[in-house]
Structures are given as structure tokens and as C-alpha cells.
């Protein structure tokens, strides 16, 4: 590039790393792409150079070539319908009961009151630690499963649905009194739909950790679902079946998060 | 008292007009002996006293006044939002005790519901009092009209500028037929020029449907304009200080600021609210 020493200054392009700049959907998806390829290709490094024994890290294509030998079998897909019935049980109760406990406690100071406290306690106890007492409660059925994913959501979605519900504006509803609402038109016109499109991000969040809490609970006294195949990988070795079990959570993971996604510019264009 | 006898001569005049909508039902405010004090262990802090204040049927009255002078915080008052701590305020002879459909109000802030259209909007409070749909369809398309945002109907608030908000949130108020109309410093946060045609279009609204409005500004010129009195109120504790008659007719044009009038009574405003 020529240019001039007067308009050189003028000419600079400007950095690309402006602070909250909005860039365009192209360099963004490709920004992600690279991201993805990068990863890959660290991992492709370090396993096909044999730089870490292949014992504990497969190389891609064996990950690849194990996951579509698995997902060929009947019994892999009966550990993904497992997993998944063990996830949306869970996270449905937590929703079904937290929702509406939330509402309670953001609504009324009151509610607060009672609901908040102990769930404040309780919220930060790990999920994990009641494993031994839902074996003592529930057994070893499904139950038990079901129990503790519902356990590791309910508190925190309780407590994250009573601050959208406190966050939402005064001025809101007050407009409504002054319209004619009357305290449960004001919850059911006001409150609620204001909520909704915060409430669908938050249900994102803790759908997240439903399958975290999945593997947890799948890892103790199970003779099936996901997290199951990744512990039976372990004891012989299999370190690619070990990935796949990882991957296909993932992409379950992303598969729900996406339709969340999808839901939420549906349901609320006006957000 | 005078305008407690307009308001029963009128009380029952049948409206003629051609949308099918319902006659504007009238009202008159009484506040007495009004007293707000914040009150905490540490503190007390007195926010109006002893005010008194009559607004007629149909009357359009401005309170001016310095930020902090409790302006806001009466009008809040009349509309239920807030409590007093003594004296009382009346609507047509009724003590207002909460927030009601008969006191609309227009904040300050842009308070359309979000999820709602501009038309959705509009119905919203005919919608919560039960009126069939067809009824409440002619409301909106009246309003709509009355504000000539007709093309907006299904769009959401977040497409609207700053002052199409205000115009559905005047619009909203008034298709509730509220007896008064509560202004809060509606268009403080307007860009000057939208300020302006927001003032004309409210004053044509208010000759058209015919309501009582009280209403905050700190704007002098404004309450100059729209309305037919002026109180002006001071801070520390907020109370009343002057009130006046604003010697301009009703039907107005923006030219009416150039009037002598208008001139002098703007600067008798400005210099009572130097102080």
C-alpha cells in the first residue's frame, strides 16, 4: 500500500477488536469455525504424533470410526433414550415445582421470606453429596436418578426465576393498578409475560446442568444410559468409547440448547 | 364548587359519537390537607404539606415546579401509587384508597408492555374490565386514529421512536375512560421538536375526548401551553405557592407563544421559580 504521508492516519484500518462491536454473522461463524478446527487440530497433534500414548488420548479418526460403529447398535441408542427420559424427568419436576415457587418468592416479599432462606442453605450443598441419601430414599431404581438431576436444578432455578421475577419493572406494574389490574391480573398480564423470554434463558442454563448432574448420577450403581457407557469404557481402557460417550452428550446438550434458542425467537419477537 | 356543579349538569350528557364508543364519564379531584413524610428511625423527611387543591371536570391544571418539590410524588398520591400520611384526596367525591382504572396515568418512562402490539396495548385496559372484542376493537381503531399511528397497530413498543411510546401510552390511558388523566412529566424525555408536536397533539386530544387532566412538568413554557391553570409549588417541605389562570383560550396554536399573554406570564412564572 501507498499512500501518502497526510492521509496515511486516515487511511489505518481500524482494529477489529472494538470493544461490544456488533460483527457480521459471516465473521462470526467463521471466527467459531476456526475456533472448532483449532481444537481439532491440537488433538489430531498430540495423537497422531504419539506425543501422549494413545492408551489415554485416541486419535480423531478412531473417535469417529468408534462413534459411528456405536451409534450403529441398538444398545448405544438405548443408552441415549435412557439418558435423555432420566434428564427431561428431572429438569420437568424441577420445572413443574420451581416455576411457580419462584414466582411466589419474587412476587411477595412474604414468599421470600419463606422460600428463600433455606434454599439459600441448601442451594450451595452439593447435589452430589445427597447421592448416598437418595440410595437410602429412592434405592437404586430410576427414581433415583430422576431425584438427584431434579435436586441439582430445582433450587437454583427456583432462586434464579424469583430474581427475574423481582427484576421486573415497577413502572410496569404500576401502569397496570392504574389501568384497572388488581394483584393476580397484574401477576397473570404482567409478571408472567415479562418473565418469559429471561425464564427460557435460565431454563437453557440449568437444562445444562441436568446433563451434568445425568453423568454424575449415571455413574453409580446403573447398568444403563450414557454415562453408564462411559464408565464401562473406563474400566477396559476404551479411552475413544470415553469421547464418544462425551461428544454425543454434548451434541444432546447443544441439540436441547438450540431449540431453546429456536423457541425463544418464536415465542418472543417482541423481547 | 363551581366545577362540582358543572360536573352534575354534565354528568350524564350521552356522547354523539360516530365509532360507537361510550360517553366520557366526568370527574372532579379534592385534595385536602394533603401531607407526605418519609419516615425511618434515623430520619424523617417532609415531602408536601398542607396542600389543597381542586381540579373541575374536564379541567386541564399543570403543576410546575423544581425537581424535589414533590410534584411527582402528589401525583402519584392521586393516583393511588403512593400513600399520604394525612389529609385525603377525592375523586368525584369518592377517597381514593389504592390505584384505579378511574385515575389513567402516563409515566414518565416508557411503560407500554412490551409484549403486547400498539393495538394490544391500547386494549388492554378494556380487555381487563371485560368489554367483548368487537367493542374493544372499535376502542383501539379510535384511538389509533385520535393519535394517527394507525399503520403502527401490530407493531411492538421496541419499533416505536420515544415519542410514537408516549402517544400509545396517552392512547392506552385514555381508552380506559378514566375520569382524569395523570400526567407525569410525560414528555421530559423528548427531544425538543417531538416535545412540541407532542404538546399539540395532546391539547387536540384533550378538546376531542374531553377529560380532566392534571399534569407534572418543570417546563414553563409547556404549562403554559397545554393547560388552563398553573400551581406552582415549592421545595423544602413541597407545597403550594401560587396559582394561576392562564389567559389564553382554550383552542390553541403554536402562536400563542408569541402573545403578550403568554410572554408575561411565563416570565411571572420564571422569576416566581427562581427563587
Redesign the interface.
Known amino acids: 500500500m501507498s499512500t501518502t504521508s497526510l492521509t496515511k492516519a486516515s487511511r489505518k484500518r481500524p482494529n477489529r477488536l472494538q470493544i461490544f462491536k456488533e460483527i457480521g454473522g459471516r465473521p462470526f461463524a467463521m471466527t467459531a469455525s476456526f475456533s472448532f478446527v483449532l481444537l481439532l487440530g491440537i488433538w489430531a497433534a498430540l495423537s497422531y504424533t504419539e506425543a501422549v500414548d494413545p492408551i489415554f488420548l485416541p486419535t480423531p479418526g478412531e473417535v469417529v470410526v468408534e462413534m459411528v460403529r456405536l451409534l450403529g447398535t441398538s444398545e448405544y441408542w438405548n443408552h441415549i433414550g435412557i439418558s435423555v427420559f432420566r434428564v427431561s424427568a428431572g429438569f420437568l419436576l424441577a420445572c413443574i415445582i420451581g416455576i411457580p415457587l419462584g414466582i411466589f418468592a419474587g412476587t411477595f416479599k412474604y414468599g421470600e421470606a419463606f422460600v428463600e432462606p433455606p434454599m439459600e442453605f441448601i442451594r450451595y450443598m452439593p447435589a452430589v453429596a445427597f447421592i448416598p441419601l437418595i440410595m437410602v430414599w429412592a434405592g437404586i431404581g430410576e427414581w433415583a436418578k430422576i431425584l438427584l438431576i431434579f435436586i441439582g436444578c430445582f433450587f437454583q432455578l427456583a432462586l434464579m426465576v424469583a430474581d427475574i421475577t423481582r427484576r421486573v419493572s415497577h413502572d410496569l406494574l404500576q401502569a397496570s393498578f392504574t389501568l384497572g389490574a388488581g394483584r393476580w391480573k397484574a401477576i397473570e398480564t404482567v409478571l408472567i409475560p415479562a418473565i418469559q423470554p429471561q425464564l427460557m434463558n435460565t431454563l437453557r442454563l440449568i437444562l445444562g446442568w441436568a446433563w451434568t448432574y445425568l453423568v454424575v448420577a449415571e455413574l453409580v450403581a446403573v447398568n444403563s444410559g450414557l454415562g453408564y457407557a462411559i464408565m464401562k469404557a473406563q474400566r477396559f481402557l476404551n479411552t475413544d468409547q470415553i469421547f464418544v460417550g462425551i461428544i454425543v452428550i454434548g451434541l444432546l446438550g447443544l441439540i436441547s440448547d438450540r431449540i431453546f434458542a429456536f423457541l425463544n425467537r418464536r415465542l418472543f419477537p417482541w423481547a | 364548587m363551581e366545577a362540582l356543579k358543572r360536573e352534575t349538569i354534565f354528568e350524564e350528557q350521552p356522547a354523539e359519537g360516530k365509532t360507537g364508543v361510550r360517553a366520557v364519564p366526568r370527574g372532579e379531584i379534592a385534595i385536602r390537607g394533603l401531607q407526605k413524610v418519609y419516615e425511618t428511625k434515623k430520619s424523617r423527611f417532609e415531602a408536601l404539606r398542607n396542600i389543597d387543591l381542586n381540579i373541575g371536570t374536564n379541567e386541564f391544571v399543570t403543576i410546575v415546579g423544581p425537581s424535589g418539590c414533590g410534584k411527582s410524588t402528589l401525583l402519584r398520591i392521586v ?3 403512593d400513600e399520604l400520611t394525612a389529609g385525603s384526596v377525592a375523586l368525584g367525591g369518592e377517597e381514593v384508597i ?4 378511574e ?3 402516563v ?1 414518565q ?1 416508557y ?1 407500554l ?4 402490539t400498539v393495538r394490544e396495548n391500547i386494549e ?2 378494556p380487555k ?2 371485560g368489554i367483548p372484542t368487537l367493542e374493544r376493537r372499535a376502542l383501539s381503531n379510535h384511538f389509533l386514529k385520535v393519535i394517527k399511528l394507525e399503520p403502527f397497530a401490530g407493531a ?3 419499533q416505536l421512536s420515544g415519542g410514537m411510546k408516549q402517544r400509545v401510552a396517552i392512547a ?2 385514555l381508552a ?1 375512560r378514566p375520569k382524569v388523566l ?1 400526567m407525569d412529566e410525560p414528555f421530559g424525555a423528548l427531544d425538543a421538536q417531538t416535545k412540541l408536536e407532542m404538546q399539540e397533539m395532546l391539547l387536540e386530544v384533550w378538546e376531542k375526548e374531553k377529560t380532566t387532566v392534571l399534569f407534572i412538568t418543570h417546563d414553563i413554557d409547556e404549562a403554559i401551553f397545554l393547560s388552563q391553570r398553573i400551581v406552582v409549588m415549592g421545595a423544602g417541605p413541597g407545597r403550594i405557592l401560587k396559582t394561576f389562570e392562564v389567559p389564553l383560550p382554550d383552542k390553541r396554536s403554536p402562536e400563542v407563544r408569541e402573545l403578550p399573554e403568554f410572554l408575561a406570564l411565563k416570565r411571572e412564572l420564571g422569576q416566581l421559580l427562581k427563587h
Open positions: 393516583a393511588g401509587l389504592g390505584p384505579g382504572a385515575r389513567g396515568m409515566f418512562g411503560t408492555f412490551p409484549w403486547l388492554y385496559g381487563l374490565k411492538y413498543p421496541k392506552r390511558a380506559n395523570l
